[in-house]
């Protein structure tokens, strides 16, 4: 018996994460392997997503302490995964987010008003996805990488030219439907990119306990699939990385998994107390490498951001603040009676039942 | 219906064939129709096996909508380990039908993705314990995007399960898994007793808008019945009367409507006139044939393979309690499986709910109320 041994097609990714732009806003020497970086016009554009998003957090986790939202886990501190992925997306291409996404569906043009309808508690998913070519978010983790496969492999038996983007954290590249959708994307050669915003806790679990391997990226090869490792925290990095793993997608190549070093500055949610795992020194640490200071210098050291733009910019991300508070003093009306609406095309003979007992105490109410 | 099911005469407790099919299922072979030839325009009548009714059902809607795909583990080239997709890759390509990879949650999470973007999969769960892994997938997407995106996102996903015991399974291949899927709203859940009924729910599964559970009896898959395909037979919500009887109503479905007619079969001969209801959808429940029929006899039973506490069995006694009290001379009793996992095929006759279980049961009523 003859065993064939392959003699080609697995690579692991290299150990430096890629990066254009160091923390200190200084262009890096690392290598970028085949990547560009964007022009100046794209890393303004960048710029200005990041900074906004970044007042909408603020913003948002500023309300929900007040009270006024039950609860809301903030990307603060890695808007350059949100903002670099989803910006690299085409019109026709589709996102899978997560609930951490908020800042990716702002990306995707999703209202305000839209976004928060789901932490307000007025319905799950607030926006129609088919208007912004964007999943509801999904809570069960990782339940959505394997939509994203599906999605794409729709487009690719249809002959459409678009791929599907996913996150997912480093905590749900632990569950079962990571695995599978690795698997299944790799196998099905599906336009799919996976990117792993992988910001060092699930909750209160450090990466350490979450996974043993070297990195995240090592697991691609496994699954017979590109991984490439960048530096979460330089939007250049992964606006170029996502982009040229859609395109790549795109033409036929099949999935890609990216993972991002990032850091989640914020708690899990407002819920949660972060001082019982991590001190504030690293909290500290990790305020070096911030995404946004790093690409301002850069582009104020190219002569294309003035202070000027970044005063224009501010106001600008004051106004979003102001539609988020707005948004929030809006009362959303809800209708007891859509419980019964969408669960079925049809609605079900037992479900008229209820929805007339409904109806009778609610009236019984206003009587 | 244009279908003579009295031609199945098969002593309930012998399944068919009688040699234990294990996960391969070699079994199936034995009764596989093989004409594959598609069927535009109704056949003349014919045997048809419950397996050859389904694959049919399944041909003609890859054939009429480019949007049907079907997928799973082993459904391709082998068509399936009962041989339900049997000719459907090479007919319709690889781009159509395609094994993937062994993994349910993955089959169903991906189902949902195509769904979302134009798809109808029909997918396939090779048997029923094997469908837990795709749980989360199911419970937590496709029974809710319809609900949690208000309507703007629909999944006309198919998920076929085939289910039950009485075949001389290994362990983990005779689950009766109903209960899971019924209790979980956004689901509709139905289940063929015979082949013209194989063929007509399947079509209408894969039609609807909604996501459907389509759950295969095993131990049906080789009855065969008369009739030519396509066929219609009653909407996919409805039940079924499917033996007139005036002193009792037995509420069956899948693989126990077989057990429920020889009941009233061998019930028939002590005097006793049984009615037999095929519930054919488990979700919705069809409260008004149910009840027109439990309001004449005054009487009901409900007959499953799946243990009794907290199952489906539990919901019908009470539901079609609490609808028709006042006619009702006696309690609903539950002739079910015993509260035990799902035995080895040595023991598996002691688990079923068989006939003489039925008639007994029956006879623990005070018929002098």
Request: hydrophobic share 40%.
């Amino acid at each position: 018996m003859t065993i064939d041994v392959p003699t080609t097609g697995r690579a692991l990714p290299q150990l430096q994460p890629i990066s254009f732009i160091g923390p200190d806003g200084r262009p890096t020497d690392t290598p970028t392997e085949g990547l560009t970086i964007p022009s100046d016009r794209t890393l303004t554009g960048l710029y200005r997503q990041m900074v906004l998003v970044r007042r909408f957090e603020a913003q948002v986790t500023h309300l929900t302490r007040q009270g006024r939202l039950a609860t809301y886990p903030s990307a603060a501190g890695q808007e350059a995964c949100e903002v670099g992925a989803t910006t690299a997306l085409s019109p026709n291409d589709w996102l899978f987010p997560t609930y951490r996404d908020s800042a990716a569906l702002l990306t995707r043009g999703v209202p305000v008003s839209e976004i928060l309808a789901a932490f307000r508690g007025d319905w799950h998913c607030g926006f129609d996805p088919q208007e912004y070519h964007t999943s509801p978010a999904a809570t069960p983790l990782a339940t959505q990488t394997l939509h994203a496969a599906g999605f794409a492999m729709a487009s690719k038996l249809k002959g459409r030219h678009a791929a599907t983007l996913t996150f997912l954290g480093d905590g749900a590249s632990s569950e079962g439907d990571t695995h599978e959708a690795f698997n299944f994307a790799s196998v099905w050669q599906t336009p799919t990119v996976f990117v792993i915003q992988n910001n060092q806790y699930a909750i209160s679990t450090p990466l350490r306990e979450q996974s043993n391997a070297t990195m995240l990226a090592d697991r691609a090869a496994g699954y017979g699939m590109p991984g490439i490792r960048v530096d979460g925290n330089d939007v250049a990095a992964v606006f170029a990385a996502v982009s040229a793993a859609l395109e790549r997608g795109r033409e036929g190549d099949g999935p890609t998994l990216i993972e991002c070093l990032t850091y989640r500055m914020e708690s899990h949610t407002n819920s949660d107390d972060p001082t019982k795992y991590r001190d504030a020194e690293e909290v500290e640490h990790w305020k070096q490498f911030d995404p946004i200071d790093r690409l301002e210098t850069f582009l104020r050291d190219r002569g294309v951001l003035d202070d000027d733009r970044v005063a224009e910019i501010a106001a600008e991300a004051e106004t979003l603040a102001a539609s988020v508070r707005e948004a929030m003093n809006t009362e959303a009306e809800v209708d007891p009676t859509e419980l019964f609406a969408f669960v079925y095309g049809t609605e079900r003979t037992s479900l008229s039942e209820q929805r007339a007992q409904l109806e009778a105490e609610l009236a019984g109410a206003e009587a | 219906m244009s279908v003579d099911s009295t031609t199945d005469t098969a002593p309930a407790d012998t399944p068919e064939p009688a040699t234990a099919a294990t996960a391969t299922a070699a079994t199936a072979d034995t009764a596989t129709d093989t004409d594959t030839a598609t069927t535009a325009t109704t056949a003349a009548p014919a045997s048809v096996t419950m397996t050859k009714a389904l694959n049919q059902a399944l041909r003609d809607a890859l054939a009429e909508d480019e949007n049907v795909v079907v997928y799973g583990e082993d459904v391709g080239r082998l068509g399936g380990v009962f041989r339900v997709t049997e000719g459907l890759r090479k007919e319709f390509g690889p781009e159509r039908v395609w094994d993937s990879p062994l993994a349910e949650s993955g089959i169903a999470g991906t189902a949902v993705g195509m769904a979302m973007a134009g798809m109808r999969p029909v997918i396939e769960m090779q048997f029923d314990a094997y469908a837990y892994p795709a749980f989360e997938q199911i419970v937590s997407h496709i029974a809710k995007m319809r609900n949690r995106t208000k309507g703007r996102v629909t999944l006309p996903i198919t998920i076929r399960i085939p289910y039950a015991g009485d075949i001389g399974g290994v362990e983990h291949h005779s689950d009766s898994s109903e209960a899971y899927w019924t209790s979980t709203p956004g689901l509709t859940v139905v289940t063929p007793s015979n082949p013209a009924d194989a063929y007509s729910l399947l079509r209408e599964s894969i039609a609807s808008d909604d996501p459907v559970i389509f759950m295969e009896p095993k131990s049906r898959y080789w009855m065969k019945d008369t009739l030519s395909l396509p066929v219609t037979t009653a909407p996919m919500n409805r039940a079924e009367v499917v033996r007139e009887g005036s002193d009792v109503t037995l509420l069956a479905y899948g693989p126990t409507v077989r057990t429920a007619l020889s009941a009233a079969e061998a019930g028939a001969e002590h005097g006793l006139s049984i009615e037999v209801i095929d519930l054919r959808s488990l979700s919705p429940f069809d409260d008004e044939t149910v009840s027109a029929s439990v309001r004449r006899t005054g009487r009901a039973a409900v007959i499953h393979e799946a243990a009794q506490f907290g199952g489906y069995g539990a919901e019908v006694a009470a539901r079609v309690t609490e609808r028709n009290f006042t006619y009702l001379a006696a309690p609903i009793l539950r002739v079910t499986g015993f509260d035990v996992p799902y035995p080895s095929p040595k023991l598996e006759e002691y688990y079923l709910p068989t006939a003489e279980r039925v008639l007994d049961a029956l006879e623990s009523w005070d018929w002098e109320l």
